[in-house]
């Protein structure tokens, strides 16, 4: 199972982005998806995490301004980022915890994307 994270780039505070982030493989199903970021010389954080059924949860430094959503068909996550600040500058990781089948049944693990960063600046 692999995650390819997208749509990071360099943006105007107030302005937006998109992020998108894929899982594909040998996939059952997936349960929980999140974004997380990591600022410089900071900790990893949760920004956002939907579930397969769709109930969102967000950061409250994010919370009015990121959405997250899910397309299950394309097992893929979203944020779309709006009135961005400098302060969200970071790397965003998506996460994703995959049901797989193994020869002795079906496990749960959790995968991370690689990385995509977003820069908020003038």
């Known amino acids: 199972v692999q995650l390819q ?59 009015g301004r990121f959405t997250i959503s899910r397309d299950n068909a394309k097992n893929t996550v979203y944020l779309q980022m709006n009135s961005l600040k400098p302060e969200d500058t970071a790397v965003f990781y998506c996460n994703a915890e995959v049901t797989t089948a193994q020869p002795m049944g079906t496990i749960i693990t959790d995968y991370w994307g690689q990385g995509t960063l977003v820069t908020v600046s003038s």
């Open 5 to 63: 994270a997208s749509g990071g780039g360099l943006v105007q505070p107030g302005g937006s982005l998109r992020l998108s982030c894929a899982a594909s493989g040998s996939i059952l199903s997936i349960n929980d998806m999140r974004w997380y970021r990591q600022a410089p010389g900071k900790q990893r954080e949760l920004v956002a995490s939907i579930t397969s059924g769709g109930s969102t949860d967000y950061a409250d430094s994010v919370k």
